[in-house]
């Protein structure tokens, strides 16, 4: 996947865009395409070793698409530790609750699903990641 003009790096190997025409061809490809834009959406998955998790805001003051894209996710755990903090951060100053909540669960679904990843995908854990990341309990949250 190229970088398009519209995406924002936020770390290295974790960047954000709002390009619709990505985003769409994103979910076609990886059969996650849902035809029902009444009500907002988060939709997770993987393209080759990229972890992808697309979020579409139904509300007429903010509708649209958004892609947050972890670049060879099963070697960047900080990378998903950061990308679940700001949904955190989202759900604790009150944005689109529920639709965040279904974001940072999907982010923490896929860092504790990590080891099962780097087997199915025969990778070690990177020699550049040797902090053992761990993300705070939010079942309560």
Not at 89 to 107: D, E, W, Y
């Amino acid at each position: 996947m190229t970088q398009s003009s519209q995406a924002i790096y936020l770390l290295k190997d974790l960047y954000v865009t709002k390009e619709e025409v990505e985003i769409i061809d994103s979910l076609v490809d990886s059969q996650q395409m849902f035809y029902d834009f009444s009500k907002n959406k988060v939709v997770s998955f993987i393209q080759e070793t990229d972890f992808h998790l697309v979020i579409y805001n139904a509300d007429e003051n903010d509708k649209g698409f958004t892609m947050y894209i972890v670049k060879d996710f099963c070697n960047h755990e900080e990378e998903l530790v950061y990308l679940r903090n700001i949904f955190q951060a989202l759900v604790q100053q009150g944005v689109n609750i529920h639709t965040m909540r279904a974001a940072r669960s999907k982010v923490e679904d896929i860092f504790y699903m990590l080891e099962t990843f780097r087997a199915l995908f025969h990778k070690q854990k990177s020699s550049d990641d040797s902090t053992p990341y761990s993300l705070p309990d939010s079942i309560m949250h």
